[in-house]
């Protein structure tokens, strides 16, 4: 409580002003108990005198200057209304800052401008923080509630709270987009995606424009957004409450319906919505009363293109969303349904006919027109058991038309809440904890208050009370944690006004007994009202108006508000005709039908158990009466679902959120007080200002107490430790405030009362004014003395020189005295110092010996426990392994045991399952015919395949028979030439002849030499085949080791495929169901219809509609006829496309079929053979489609016959068994889908289980068949490489030798056998310790050796294989080591490395400068080149990774927090901002400079170890500084504790450290340096004079590089810690914000930096020198001795 003494001459004081509610003054003179006028200075310089006769009259004290712009009001010493307004006013106006707390509540004022105070740099800088480091932000709330939600696990609740345009759905989205940030990855996920998604839909079909907002939310919702374990985001519900559905057909002047309407009337040219009929808005009776159809700046149809697009993220198909745009556009349609009133005075009413609009609306919506319009002109009764049709006037028509289409839109309205709900629920997981964003309207009050403004503030009132328990409370836990003796804090409980409301006999059960009166009105409510509350029991909040008996007034918490009755019967009945809702349930729209099926869902939704259900979305009457005719009124439905909330609201942890709209005029940063204060008192923030001063509001530390008035405290040194700390307040409080009732001391702080601070401050104030006088008091006796010393000094100068002539004479006699005393002491010295020196060496002596054996001794006990030490080691490694492997033998056993039981029971299930079989004869007839003829086929194939092996056998024996032809011919012509040569004649014969025979006998050995090597070629030939049945022989016995895995996954994903089918089948059932279900309402319509039309006439007739009643309709299935599908016969052709075999694009008929190709080429002709005719091969070789040789490439005629017969009898095999194989395959696929068929429950026979084993067998010689077939064609293809051989080797060898001019020497040779072992050794499996003590690059020059090695042997397609492969490992070492940072570096210098090396011998570089004498690769490597390219930079962007969250949690401790001066700063010199939550972490010792410095030497060392190249160095450590400056200005930009000048010296400090290491590491050419101007400029922005305007001019010049926005944000931050230090002035801003506007320096507006901006890297190319492998160290330990040197 303030006192009296306070009220002295220059003080400020608060007085009540008409216009601006509160104004400030200044008192002239010092007040006295006496006076009886106060002589106040106004603001416009006018004198007043404000009777205080009393101190109870006295005006409310100002706060001192320096909480002036506090971002805490708690923290405020006079906590009142003029003191909350004054500090938001200074905060929104001359700070710019629309955030202000209070306590636990953050006050957000609508700036009606955009902010650049929301980017993802912003979240990045919150995120983490304590909020009270932070300047006040919603995102420090949600901050708040995430870090209390994953560290206590407990629920979280977000309430924002506001009036109409104040702020509530943008403050809302904004929580939700920073809680799905930081809830997720730096990129959003699908759970966020859709989190945020739901925001357009909700926008779009609950928001409207009012009088007050463009955008204003007319429906409150809580959304709970679920969180794992670990904090991730994962799914989200939605509740809904009490939405405004009277807007859809009457809006207000000025106002519109809901969006959603607008923004479809506004895409009616879009070819999809044509068949909507649609018009423009003013067209329609429910979009244009209010007059403004469109709002400026807003585009309706772009809106409705985000509400699409949010519907497809949510899951939403697209022609879903035309039934829902359907349903709102029948809306509009219904409102122009023209009804006429006829009869009587109006007591009848018609529907015209040929109503377009009812045509439109029936056929959008899918029912009958007819039936339509009489339903919405007459009525049903019931009476005496008897169904009446009374028609209904005209005013009444209107009325239950206008009741239909708000009940469509309410159902429509739910629904989609419903469907948003489905799309973020998390259907396989369970959220840990949640936090609940509750955007709900605030205290309303109008000059007409009807049914909505008091749902409203009954809703607030409850929120209010739960408000005031939860501050109350919170109070309490500080009192008792700081364990602090106190009184109970009595608060203002509106429980009273809650009672009147929900109570017995309250305003609510009232309602509802009226509402159930057959003739009750609002006027006999509001009599009832009055007797119960006014009358006979008067209730103190409930009063009726003077004037008017049709209204009544209640005390709310935050002022009076007068109801109108009128209205709120029919709005809390909410009444819909049963007769339409039947005909809408009846609609041919599958999604209308779904809305009406059951009864209607309400516009609140409940929740219970996390599940949302709605409550009823109006009562729909009828004429038959029944126990549920009685519906829940909406009273009733708010008042649950209002519980419901409170339950869930007390349950969890709150944050609030309080939206103050500032002016009505929607201006930018313009402030109304009046509106303001209204809105404080409405939502709760000057009570919870009462609360706090109430109690002690003031609460310091110790150790600020003592440092901000250490002066006040006599004796007390600077504080070094707490408890001295604590002992000196403690001492000197009670003597400056004499009352003890002022103030309280806590375990770690000191309350004070309200104004205590102020008593203090004057206090200080006087003591400092008292040390002035006494500094000017010991200065003027400091003169005076110095002058009597001056002059005492001259005379002591003139006795020195007398004296000193004497003193010579004496020291003369001295000086001679001394040196005869100089002589003896030598003497005596040089006797001394000789014994002493003997004496000292054979003491040295001794002891060196005595040393000596005692070192010796204990080295011979050392060595002995060493000995004993690694004797129990050995023996305890013995028996600890033995123990081991015992132990592990008994697991082992125990696993194979368990893991044997599990394999034969999935075994015994396996084979019931296989034998479900026989139950598909129960699902067809004559299956066992078609088995039998399954298994008949099965045999057939068998023999063919007996067959084809006797033709194989066949063609072997002829291939044997052939060849011992080619023998005997061999031997005939032998014998030709003997006979020859004995029948030659005598030498007699002429010279010509035997010149003839001489030439044929040479023809004759050479055709004798080629035969025999034709010979010894087939018998090669045939021991190669026999090589080759042995390796397929082998494949053979690999493959049955892997059948039984093949038939398991077969026959899983059978059971999928049937599952699927399942799950199909009753979709569809459940469709047809619901058909049928409407139909037969349609069917009761009509039959009822039908009977009226009757009763009409005065006579009954058999109406053809009626005849269907004898025929009872059944939703059970139809009875499958004869012609019912049953199961696919079981054809090899039945099988889809899809499961031939891949390589069946190459296989010919060999019954040549028109799907063979052509014949080959026709090839030149040698002439027959000697041996015999090609004719007989040829023919056959066209049969089977097999390409003829070249005869160029065969040696002979008689080889290339033999050839030709090879590759014939191959294909013919070939063939027969791939066609097996297909056949083979159809029957396996065709037997296992009747064998996975559902059961149908007969036995199973012998002959199924014989085709079960059938099966198992055909396919395993099918996986035989297929694996021979693959050897035999690689067989063919070998063979045809091996021919051409002899003619492409010496071609390639020429062309090598032709591109190599230069044979290059110094190579490594690797094998292709060890490229696998080597890439394995050297780069993934090789070790962290091995591979850093490797010489650098080491990697790189050993594989680039190896390359060069295979591209100087001309296999380029290996060559290009091996560096794709190395590539490979490289990438994947990369990613093994992701978070080391040394063997990133190693592999980041490797990549570029071969890079180099590779560009270096491309044949890119051959010719150009200083490629002379090198030898150019002759492969095409640009490929690799790329991919080594990408790698670097992938190696370097996780590096800098690695490094930058080593950096993210300790830049900003380090650079702004760490005091690296000691004692510079200090926290004393201002009060605290802010109080400290219970649940928020404690503070910590920040880490300092050194250890931002120990990971950037980490990262420096781990690249000079890899010599990587220092432009790259440069590059990395730019980006890193980078980082550094953003977060820490980021930081510095959103924390007004760090804005003073000590903290901006500590900065510019810890900067020079910085930059100080960057220059010993010569790290400043690359930018690293300058990176960190932007902080630089800051601290010295910080530093300099702000008071004119040359200064003004200096810091703008100086700040060249900070934004306008910085400077003046920094500026405003500005908090003086010391009284050295003076606030920065609002003409100190302005002229700076004049020089800001003439600095065209184009520079775009920005606030914070964006910490995610990478620069681009550049890879510099360092061309290797010249590489040879006699240079090249390779440790034993990379294992790759293999390697031959070339």
């Given at each position: 409580?303030?006192?009296?003494?306070?009220?002295?001459?220059?003080?400020?004081?608060?007085?009540?002003?008409?216009?601006?509610?509160?104004?400030?003054?200044?008192?002239?003179?010092?007040?006295r108990?006496?006076?009886q006028?106060?002589?106040?200075?106004l603001?416009?310089?006018?004198?007043?005198?404000?009777?205080?006769?009393?101190?109870?009259?006295?005006?409310?004290?100002?706060?001192?200057?320096?909480?002036?712009g506090?971002?805490?009001?708690?923290?405020?010493s006079?906590?009142?209304?003029?003191?909350?307004?004054?500090?938001?006013?200074?905060?929104?106006?001359?700070?710019?800052?629309?955030?202000t707390?209070?306590?636990?509540?953050?006050?957000?004022?609508?700036?009606?401008?955009?902010?650049?105070?929301?980017?993802?740099?912003?979240?990045d800088?919150?995120?983490?923080?304590?909020?009270?480091?932070?300047?006040?932000?919603?995102?420090?709330?949600?901050?708040?509630?995430?870090?209390?939600?994953?560290?206590?696990?407990?629920?979280?609740?977000i309430?924002?709270?506001?009036?109409?345009?104040?702020?509530?759905?943008?403050?809302?989205?904004?929580?939700?987009?920073?809680?799905?940030?930081?809830g997720?990855?730096?990129?959003?996920?699908?759970?966020?995606?859709?989190v945020?998604?739901?925001?357009p839909?909700?926008?779009?079909?609950?928001?409207?424009?009012?009088?007050?907002?463009d955008?204003?939310?007319?429906?409150?919702?809580?959304?709970?957004?679920?969180?794992?374990?670990?904090?991730?985001?994962?799914?989200?519900?939605?509740?809904?409450?009490?939405?405004?559905?009277?807007?859809?057909?009457?809006?207000a002047?000025?106002?519109?319906?809901?969006?959603?309407?607008?923004?479809?009337?506004?895409?009616?040219?879009?070819?999809?919505?044509?068949?909507?009929?649609?018009?423009?808005?003013?067209?329609?009776?429910?979009?244009?009363?209010?007059?403004?159809?469109?709002?400026?700046?807003?585009?309706?149809?772009?809106?409705?293109?985000?509400t699409?697009?949010?519907?497809?993220?949510?899951?939403?198909?697209?022609?879903?969303?035309?039934e829902?745009?359907?349903?709102?556009?029948?809306?509009?349609?219904?409102?122009?349904?023209?009804?006429?009133?006829?009869?009587?005075?109006?007591?009848?009413?018609?529907?015209?006919?040929?109503d377009?609009?009812?045509?439109?609306?029936?056929?959008?919506?899918?029912?009958?027109?007819?039936?339509?319009?009489?339903?919405?002109?007459?009525?049903?009764?019931?009476v005496?058991?008897?169904?009446?049709?009374?028609?209904?006037?005209g005013?009444?028509?209107?009325?239950?038309?206008?009741?239909?289409?708000?009940?469509?839109?309410?159902?429509?309205?739910?629904?989609?809440?419903?469907?948003?709900?489905?799309?973020?629920?998390?259907?396989?997981?369970?959220?840990?904890?949640?936090?609940?964003?509750?955007?709900?309207?605030?205290?309303?009050?109008?000059?007409?208050?009807?049914?909505?403004?008091?749902?409203?503030?009954?809703?607030?009132?409850?929120?209010?009370?739960?408000?005031?328990?939860?501050?109350f409370?919170?109070?309490?836990?500080?009192?008792?944690?700081?364990?602090?003796?106190?009184?109970?804090?009595?608060?203002?409980?509106?429980?009273?006004?809650?009672?009147?409301?929900?109570?017995h006999?309250?305003?609510?059960?009232?309602?509802?007994?009226?509402?159930?009166?057959?003739k009750?009105s609002?006027?006999?409510?509001?009599?009832?009202?009055?007797?119960?509350?006014?009358?006979?029991?008067?209730?103190?909040?409930?009063?009726?108006?003077?004037?008017?008996?049709?209204?009544?007034?209640?005390?709310?918490?935050?002022?009076?508000?007068?109801?109108?009755c009128?209205?709120?019967?029919?709005?809390?009945?909410?009444?819909?005709?049963?007769?339409?809702?039947?005909?809408?349930?009846?609609s041919?729209?599958e999604?209308?039908?779904?809305?009406?099926q059951?009864?209607?869902?309400?516009?609140?939704?409940?929740?219970?158990?996390?599940?949302?259900?709605s409550?009823?979305?109006?009562?729909?009457?009828?004429?038959?009466?029944?126990?549920?005719?009685?519906?829940?009124?909406?009273?009733?439905?708010?008042?649950?679902?209002?519980?419901?909330l409170?339950?869930?609201?007390?349950?969890?942890?709150?944050?609030?959120?309080?939206?103050?709209?500032?002016?009505?005029?929607?201006?930018?940063?313009?402030?109304?007080?009046?509106?303001?204060?209204?809105?404080?008192?409405?939502c709760?923030?000057?009570?919870?200002?009462?609360?706090?001063?109430?109690?002690?509001?003031?609460?310091?530390?110790?150790?600020?107490?003592?440092?901000?008035y250490?002066?006040?405290?006599?004796?007390?040194?600077?504080?070094?430790d707490?408890?001295?700390?604590?002992?000196?307040?403690?001492?000197?409080?009670?003597?400056?405030?004499?009352?003890?009732?002022?103030y309280?001391?806590?375990?770690t702080?000191?309350?004070?009362?309200?104004?205590?601070?102020?008593?203090?401050?004057?206090?200080?104030?006087?003591?400092?004014?008292?040390?002035?006088?006494e500094?000017?008091?010991?200065?003027r006796g400091?003169?005076?003395?110095?002058?009597?010393?001056?002059?005492?000094?001259?005379?002591?100068?003139?006795?020195?020189?007398?004296?000193?002539?004497?003193g010579?004479?004496?020291?003369?006699?001295?000086?001679?005295?001394?040196?005869?005393?100089?002589v003896?002491?030598?003497?005596?010295?040089?006797?001394v110092r000789?014994?002493?020196?003997?004496?000292?060496?054979?003491?040295?002596?001794?002891?060196?010996?005595?040393?000596?054996?005692?070192?010796?001794?204990?080295?011979?006990?050392?060595?002995a426990?060493?000995?004993?030490?690694?004797?129990?080691?050995?023996?305890?490694?013995?028996?600890?392994?033995?123990?081991?492997?015992r132990?592990?033998?008994?697991?082992v056993?125990?696993?194979?045991?368990?893991?044997?039981?599990?394999?034969?029971?999935?075994?015994?299930?396996?084979?019931?399952?296989?034998?479900?079989?026989?139950?598909?004869r129960?699902?067809?007839?004559g299956?066992?015919?078609?088995?039998?003829?399954?298994?008949?086929?099965?045999?057939?194939?068998?023999?063919?395949?007996?067959?084809?092996?006797?033709?194989?056998?066949?063609?072997?024996?002829?291939?044997?028979?052939g060849?011992?032809?080619?023998?005997?011919?061999?031997?005939r012509?032998e014998?030709q030439?003997?006979?020859?040569?004995a029948?030659?004649?005598?030498?007699?014969?002429?010279e010509?002849?035997?010149?003839?025979?001489?030439?044929?006998?040479?023809?004759a050995?050479?055709?004798?030499?080629?035969?025999?090597?034709?010979?010894?070629?087939?018998?090669?030939?045939?021991?190669?085949?026999?090589?080759?049945?042995?390796?397929?022989?082998?494949?053979?016995?690999?493959?049955?080791?892997?059948?039984?895995?093949?038939?398991?996954?077969?026959?899983?994903?059978?059971?999928?495929?049937?599952?699927?089918?399942?799950?199909?089948?009753?979709?569809?059932?459940?469709?047809?169901?619901?058909?049928?279900?409407?139909?037969?309402?349609?069917?009761?319509?009509?039959?009822?219809?039908?009977?009226?039309?009757?009763?009409?006439?005065g006579?009954?007739?058999?109406?053809?509609?009626?005849?269907?009643?004898?025929?009872?309709?059944?939703?059970?299935?139809?009875?499958?006829?004869?012609?019912?599908p049953?199961?696919?016969p079981?054809s090899?052709?039945s099988?889809?496309s899809?499961?031939?075999?891949?390589?069946?694009?190459d296989?010919?008929?060999?019954?040549?079929?028109?799907?063979?190709?052509?014949?080959?080429?026709?090839?030149?002709?040698?002439?027959?053979?000697?041996?015999?005719?090609?004719?007989?091969?040829?023919?056959?070789?066209e049969?089977?489609g097999?390409?003829?040789?070249?005869?160029?490439q065969?040696?002979?005629?008689?080889?290339?016959?033999?050839?030709?017969?090879?590759?014939?009898?191959?294909?013919?095999?070939?063939?027969?068994?791939?066609?097996?194989?297909?056949?083979?395959?159809e029957?396996?696929?065709?037997?296992?889908?009747l064998?996975?068929?559902?059961?149908?429950?007969?036995?199973?026979?012998?002959?199924?289980?014989?085709?079960?084993?059938?099966?198992?067998?055909?396919?395993?010689?099918?996986v035989?068949?297929?694996r021979?077939?693959?050897?035999?064609?690689?067989?063919?293809?070998?063979?045809?490489?091996?021919?051409q051989?002899?003619?492409?080797?010496?071609?390639?060898?020429?062309?090598?030798?032709?591109?190599?001019?230069?044979?290059?020497?110094?190579?490594?040779?690797?094998?292709?056998?060890?490229?696998?072992?080597?890439?394995?050794?050297?780069?993934?499996?090789?070790?962290?310790?091995?591979?850093?003590?490797?010489?650098?690059?080491?990697?790189?020059?050993?594989?680039?050796?190896?390359?060069?090695?295979?591209?100087?042997?001309?296999?380029?397609?290996?060559?290009?294989?091996f560096?794709?492969?190395?590539?490979t490992?490289?990438?994947?070492?990369?990613?093994?080591?992701?978070?080391?940072?040394?063997?990133?570096?190693?592999?980041?210098?490797?990549?570029?490395?071969?890079?180099?090396?590779?560009?270096?011998?491309?044949?890119?570089?051959?010719?150009?400068?200083?490629?002379?004498?090198?030898?150019?690769?002759?492969?095409?490597?640009?490929?690799?080149?790329?991919?080594?390219?990408?790698?670097?930079?992938?190696?370097?962007?996780?590096?800098?990774?690695?490094?930058?969250a080593?950096?993210?949690?300790?830049?900003?401790?380090?650079?702004?927090?760490?005091?690296?001066?000691?004692?510079?700063?200090?926290?004393?010199?201002?009060?605290?901002a802010?109080?400290?939550?219970?649940?928020?972490?404690?503070?910590?010792?920040?880490?300092?400079?050194a250890?931002?410095?120990?990971?950037?030497?980490?990262?420096?060392?781990?690249?000079?170890?890899?010599?990587?190249?220092?432009?790259?160095?440069?590059?990395?450590?730019?980006?890193?500084?980078?980082?550094?400056?953003?977060?820490?200005?980021?930081?510095?930009?959103?924390?007004?504790?760090?804005?003073?000048?000590?903290?901006?010296?500590?900065?510019?400090?810890?900067?020079?450290?910085?930059?100080?290491?960057?220059?010993?590491?010569?790290?400043?050419?690359?930018?690293?340096?300058?990176?960190?101007?932007?902080?630089?400029?800051?601290?010295?922005?910080?530093?300099?004079?702000?008071?004119?305007?040359?200064?003004?001019?200096?810091?703008?010049?100086?700040?060249?590089?900070?934004?306008?926005?910085?400077?003046?944000?920094?500026?405003?931050?500005?908090?003086p810690?010391?009284?050295?230090?003076?606030?920065?002035?609002l003409?100190f801003?302005?002229s700076?914000l004049?020089?800001?506007?003439r600095?065209?320096?184009?520079r775009?507006?920005?606030?914070?930096?964006?910490?995610?901006?990478?620069?681009?890297?550049?890879?510099p190319?360092?061309?290797?020198?010249?590489?040879?492998a006699?240079?090249?160290?390779?440790?034993?330990?990379?294992?790759?001795?293999?390697?031959?040197?070339?």
């Amino acid at each position: 409580m303030a006192t009296v003494e306070l009220y002295t001459k220059g003080a400020t004081v608060w007085i009540h002003d008409p216009d601006a509610v509160w104004v400030s003054a200044q008192i002239l003179l010092t007040y006295r108990a006496e006076d009886q006028h106060l002589l106040l200075l106004l603001n416009d310089g006018r004198e007043a005198r404000l009777p205080a006769a009393a101190p109870s009259e006295l005006p409310l004290l100002g706060n001192p200057a320096i909480l002036e712009g506090a971002n805490d009001l708690t923290a405020l010493s006079f906590l009142h209304e003029p003191a909350v307004l004054h500090n938001l006013r200074v905060r929104f106006l001359d700070y710019s800052s629309i955030y202000t707390y209070c306590g636990i509540v953050l006050v957000a004022i609508n700036p009606y401008d955009q902010l650049p105070v929301y980017g993802k740099e912003v979240i990045d800088a919150y995120s983490g923080q304590d909020m009270t480091d932070m300047e006040p932000h919603i995102f420090s709330v949600a901050e708040e509630a995430y870090r209390t939600m994953t560290r206590e696990e407990e629920n979280q609740s977000i309430i924002i709270s506001g009036e109409s345009g104040s702020g509530k759905t943008v403050s809302a989205k904004f929580t939700m987009r920073y809680l799905a940030v930081v809830g997720g990855a730096s990129e959003q996920t699908s759970v966020e995606e859709r989190v945020l998604a739901s925001n357009p839909i909700m926008e779009s079909i609950g928001n409207a424009k009012t009088t007050r907002n463009d955008n204003s939310s007319r429906f409150g919702k809580y959304i709970e957004i679920g969180f794992g374990v670990t904090g991730e985001m994962f799914g989200a519900n939605m509740r809904t409450y009490l939405l405004e559905k009277s807007r859809v057909v009457f809006q207000a002047p000025s106002e519109r319906n809901y969006h959603v309407f607008y923004q479809l009337c506004a895409s009616r040219a879009l070819p999809e919505m044509r068949a909507l009929r649609l018009d423009s808005a003013e067209q329609f009776r429910y979009t244009n009363p209010g007059g403004d159809v469109e709002i400026p700046g807003n585009d309706d149809k772009a809106d409705l293109e985000r509400t699409r697009k949010a519907f497809t993220v949510l899951g939403v198909p697209p022609h879903q969303q035309m039934e829902l745009f359907t349903i709102l556009s029948a809306v509009l349609h219904l409102g122009n349904v023209d009804i006429q009133a006829s009869g009587r005075g109006g007591d009848r009413s018609y529907i015209d006919p040929a109503d377009s609009s009812l045509a439109v609306f029936s056929m959008l919506l899918g029912v009958d027109g007819p039936q339509m319009a009489h339903w919405l002109c007459h009525r049903r009764l019931a009476v005496g058991g008897e169904t009446l049709v009374k028609p209904m006037a005209g005013q009444r028509a209107l009325e239950a038309r206008d009741a239909l289409a708000k009940h469509i839109y309410g159902q429509l309205f739910t629904w989609t809440v419903h469907r948003l709900n489905a799309a973020l629920h998390a259907p396989r997981r369970r959220p840990k904890s949640f936090i609940g964003v509750l955007d709900i309207y605030g205290f309303e009050t109008f000059d007409r208050n009807s049914f909505e403004q008091f749902c409203i503030n009954y809703a607030n009132e409850k929120l209010q009370q739960q408000f005031n328990r939860h501050v109350f409370q919170l109070e309490q836990e500080e009192y008792v944690r700081e364990e602090l003796a106190w009184s109970r804090i009595e608060f203002s409980d509106n429980q009273p006004c809650i009672d009147l409301i929900e109570g017995h006999l309250g305003l609510l059960d009232l309602l509802d007994e009226e509402g159930r009166m057959p003739k009750g009105s609002d006027e006999n409510w509001a009599m009832k009202l009055y007797d119960q509350h006014y009358c006979s029991n008067p209730h103190p909040y409930f009063s009726k108006p003077r004037l008017s008996n049709s209204a009544f007034i209640l005390l709310h918490f935050a002022d009076e508000v007068q109801y109108e009755c009128g209205g709120f019967l029919e709005k809390n009945r909410d009444t819909v005709f049963e007769e339409p809702i039947n005909i809408l349930r009846a609609s041919q729209s599958e999604l209308v039908a779904e809305l009406f099926q059951q009864p209607a869902p309400g516009d609140c939704e409940a929740v219970a158990g996390g599940t949302s259900s709605s409550p009823t979305n109006g009562s729909l009457r009828s004429g038959r009466r029944s126990h549920k005719e009685h519906k829940l009124t909406v009273g009733f439905q708010f008042r649950q679902s209002l519980q419901q909330l409170m339950g869930t609201l007390n349950s969890t942890t709150p944050h609030y959120v309080r939206c103050i709209k500032p002016n009505d005029l929607k201006e930018p940063f313009l402030f109304d007080p009046r509106r303001t204060v209204q809105q404080l008192r409405a939502c709760g923030v000057l009570e919870t200002v009462r609360i706090s001063a109430a109690g002690f509001p003031s609460r310091w530390t110790y150790g600020d107490f003592f440092q901000r008035y250490r002066v006040l405290l006599r004796g007390a040194a600077p504080p070094r430790d707490q408890e001295p700390v604590q002992a000196a307040c403690r001492r000197a409080l009670p003597r400056l405030l004499p009352d003890p009732e002022r103030y309280r001391f806590g375990r770690t702080k000191v309350f004070l009362r309200a104004g205590q601070v102020a008593v203090m401050e004057r206090l200080r104030a006087e003591r400092l004014r008292g040390a002035a006088v006494e500094v000017q008091r010991r200065a003027r006796g400091w003169l005076a003395r110095r002058r009597y010393g001056r002059v005492r000094w001259a005379a002591a100068t003139l006795q020195r020189h007398c004296r000193g002539a004497l003193g010579r004479r004496l020291a003369l006699t001295l000086r001679y005295t001394r040196a005869a005393l100089v002589v003896q002491k030598t003497y005596r010295m040089v006797a001394v110092r000789r014994l002493y020196l003997t004496i000292g060496r054979a003491a040295l002596t001794v002891q060196a010996f005595t040393h000596g054996m005692l070192a010796r001794r204990r080295h011979r006990e050392a060595r002995a426990e060493r000995a004993a030490v690694r004797l129990q080691a050995a023996v305890r490694g013995w028996l600890a392994r033995r123990a081991y492997g015992r132990v592990r033998r008994a697991v082992v056993l125990a696993q194979c045991c368990a893991r044997r039981r599990a394999a034969h029971r999935r075994l015994t299930a396996l084979k019931a399952e296989a034998r479900t079989v026989e139950k598909v004869r129960q699902l067809n007839k004559g299956m066992e015919v078609k088995l039998m003829q399954l298994q008949l086929r099965a045999d057939q194939e068998a023999r063919d395949s007996a067959s084809l092996r006797e033709t194989l056998l066949c063609e072997r024996v002829a291939h044997a028979a052939g060849l011992a032809g080619l023998q005997r011919d061999v031997r005939r012509l032998e014998r030709q030439r003997g006979e020859e040569e004995a029948a030659r004649a005598p030498p007699a014969a002429p010279e010509a002849e035997l010149e003839e025979r001489r030439r044929a006998e040479e023809r004759a050995a050479q055709e004798t030499l080629r035969l025999t090597q034709d010979r010894q070629a087939l018998l090669s030939e045939r021991d190669l085949l026999l090589r080759e049945k042995e390796e397929l022989s082998s494949c053979l016995q690999e493959l049955q080791q892997t059948q039984d895995e093949c038939v398991r996954q077969a026959v899983s994903r059978s059971g999928a495929e049937l599952r699927a089918e399942l799950e199909e089948e009753r979709r569809k059932y459940q469709g047809q169901l619901r058909e049928f279900t409407r139909l037969e309402q349609r069917y009761d319509n009509l039959r009822e219809m039908s009977q009226l039309t009757e009763r009409a006439q005065g006579h009954r007739r058999t109406d053809s509609i009626q005849s269907l009643g004898s025929e009872p309709l059944s939703p059970g299935p139809a009875s499958p006829g004869p012609a019912s599908p049953g199961l696919p016969p079981l054809s090899p052709f039945s099988l889809p496309s899809g499961g031939a075999f891949p390589e069946a694009v190459d296989r010919v008929s060999v019954s040549g079929t028109p799907g063979s190709p052509g014949p080959p080429e026709p090839v030149p002709d040698r002439g027959p053979p000697a041996w015999g005719p090609r004719w007989l091969m040829d023919p056959l070789m066209e049969r089977m489609g097999v390409a003829k040789a070249s005869t160029t490439q065969m040696s002979g005629e008689d080889l290339g016959h033999a050839y030709d017969a090879v590759r014939v009898a191959n294909k013919f095999l070939e063939v027969q068994l791939s066609s097996q194989c297909r056949q083979l395959e159809e029957e396996l696929q065709a037997a296992r889908t009747l064998a996975g068929r559902p059961p149908s429950g007969r036995p199973a026979t012998a002959q199924q289980e014989d085709v079960l084993e059938m099966l198992e067998v055909r396919e395993l010689e099918c996986v035989r068949l297929r694996r021979e077939l693959k050897e035999l064609r690689a067989t063919v293809t070998l063979r045809r490489l091996l021919a051409q051989t002899g003619t492409i080797w010496p071609v390639i060898r020429t062309s090598i030798k032709q591109s190599n001019p230069q044979d290059p020497r110094g190579l490594l040779e690797v094998r292709k056998r060890e490229e696998a072992k080597l890439i394995k050794n050297l780069i993934t499996d090789v070790r962290v310790d091995s591979a850093l003590s490797l010489p650098a690059g080491l990697p790189a020059r050993v594989l680039f050796l190896c390359v060069r090695h295979t591209d100087r042997g001309g296999d380029h397609d290996r060559t290009r294989s091996f560096c794709s492969n190395a590539v490979t490992a490289m990438k994947a070492a990369l990613k093994k080591h992701s978070s080391d940072v040394n063997m990133t570096a190693l592999w980041l210098k490797n990549a570029c490395l071969l890079n180099d090396l590779l560009m270096q011998h491309s044949p890119k570089k051959a010719g150009t400068p200083g490629s002379e004498g090198r030898a150019p690769l002759t492969s095409d490597l640009s490929d690799v080149s790329h991919a080594l390219s990408s790698l670097c930079i992938q190696a370097y962007q996780q590096l800098l990774s690695l490094t930058q969250a080593r950096l993210h949690p300790i830049i900003v401790p380090a650079m702004l927090e760490s005091e690296a001066i000691a004692g510079l700063t200090g926290t004393g010199g201002r009060p605290p901002a802010s109080r400290r939550r219970a649940g928020s972490s404690e503070p910590r010792d920040p880490p300092t400079v050194a250890a931002v410095l120990r990971e950037l030497g980490a990262l420096h060392g781990a690249l000079s170890r890899q010599a990587a190249p220092p432009a790259l160095t440069e590059q990395a450590f730019r980006q890193l500084t980078y980082v550094i400056a953003a977060a820490a200005l980021n930081s510095l930009l959103l924390r007004n504790d760090l804005c003073c000048w000590r903290r901006g010296l500590q900065i510019r400090y810890n900067i020079s450290v910085l930059e100080e290491w960057l220059r010993s590491h010569n790290l400043q050419a690359g930018g690293a340096v300058a990176e960190l101007e932007p902080l630089i400029q800051a601290a010295q922005l910080l530093q300099v004079g702000k008071k004119t305007e040359a200064d003004a001019e200096a810091l703008v010049e100086t700040c060249n590089v900070l934004s306008s926005q910085q400077i003046l944000k920094i500026l405003k931050l500005y908090t003086p810690q010391s009284d050295l230090e003076e606030k920065v002035t609002l003409n100190f801003i302005r002229s700076v914000l004049s020089v800001l506007k003439r600095r065209s320096d184009g520079r775009p507006p920005q606030l914070v930096m964006d910490v995610g901006h990478v620069y681009p890297v550049t890879l510099p190319y360092l061309p290797p020198p010249e590489l040879h492998a006699g240079q090249l160290d390779i440790p034993d330990a990379l294992k790759i001795s293999f390697l031959r040197r070339a």
